[in-house]
Structure formats: C-alpha cells, structure tokens
C-alpha cells in the first residue's frame, strides 16, 4: 500500500535517480529538462523551494512511497488563501510503478490533507488532453472537468492545450 510523506533534503539523492532512470518515460507529460535537472544538487535545490513554499503555506510537497522506497511526487501548490481557498495539484509515479493505484491513492490523500488540514476550499489539477490515465486518477478521486485551457502549459517542449479539473469540498 502506498503513503505519501512530507518531503526533505535528504530525499534529493533518491529523488535525482528516480527522476534520470524515469526521464524518457516522464518526457512527454513534463517541462522539458536541462542536464542539471537530474543532478542530487539540482533536486535539493529544488527541494529547499518546495520546503521554503510549505513554511510560508503556499505548498505542500511529498513523496510516494512504495514499500518504503519513493515512487514519485505529489505536490499542492499555488495554495491561494482569502476569498479562494484553493490550490494546484501536481503528480507523477515511476514508470515501474505506473499501473498499480500508487497514483490514486496519493491524490486521494493531498485532498484529505488538502481538505482536512489544510482547510481549503478547492483543489484543481489539469492534465494534457491526451492523458486519459491521468484523468482517470482524477475522476476515481471525485475530481469533475471544469474547462479546457488552450496552450496552458509548455509540456515536452511545446505549448499545449490542457483539460481542467476539480474537486470541491462538501460544506456540512
């Protein structure tokens, strides 16, 4: 079963050679990446950001875990208080790990988090048009498409259309 934890510096190692052996498989669905992306130097920098954003509130990134080993990222971010109590969802799995609900699960538990501890409103997530498992994902976890955002994003290199999504928490 899978878990998802905070993240930390020290998971920069870990995280740098996830991402080089997943980086053909990931290409498609992610920025393109420069050389210095896949270096443990780089993944901590990053990381530093990522943990810098959760102590001012504006994120909240973790790792998946498979066994104890991480099989990829989930991050909320753009966290957005006042009025709109919302945030961005953002995911990945391995390629060795694809397939198997890790994804699904995760999601499952940053809208809890998002929900529960965080006391948002609103969470939205967008995935190319093309990424049925992705929506997929979505969907599983009560995510509803609420629009489509044409050359939203820069993916593989090029600009490119997404389908939008979301998932809003019941009042009671």
């Known amino acids: 079963m ?28 992610e920025p393109a990446r420069d050389e210095d ?6 993944q901590r920098a990053l990381l530093a950001v990522m943990l810098d954003d959760h102590a001012r509130g504006k994120a909240m990134p973790r790792v998946i875990l498979d066994g104890g080993e991480i099989a990829g990222r989930v ?11 919302s945030g961005n969802l953002g995911y990945w799995v391995s390629g060795t790990a694809n397939g198997r609900g890790l994804a699904t699960r995760a999601v ?22 093309h990424n049925a498992r992705s929506q997929k994902v979505l969907e ?10 044409p050359d939203y994003c820069k993916i593989a290199g090029r600009w490119q259309d997404h389908v939008l999504y979301q998932v809003v928490r019941a009042e009671g």
Do not use: K, M
């Open 2 to 29: 899978s878990t998802t934890r905070l993240v930390t510096l020290d998971d920069a190692a870990e995280l740098a050679a996830l991402y080089a052996a997943n980086r053909e498989f990931l290409a498609p669905w």
């Open 75 to 85: 991050n909320l971010v753009d966290i957005v208080r006042g009025a709109f109590q």
């Open 108 to 129: 499952a538990d940053i809208v809890r988090i998002a929900f529960e501890d965080l006391d948002l409103h609103r969470v939205q997530a967008a995935t190319l048009v």
């Open 37 to 42: 992306f896949f270096t443990e130097a780089r």
């Open 140 to 149: 599983r976890n009560g995510f509803v498409r609420c629009g489509l955002a």
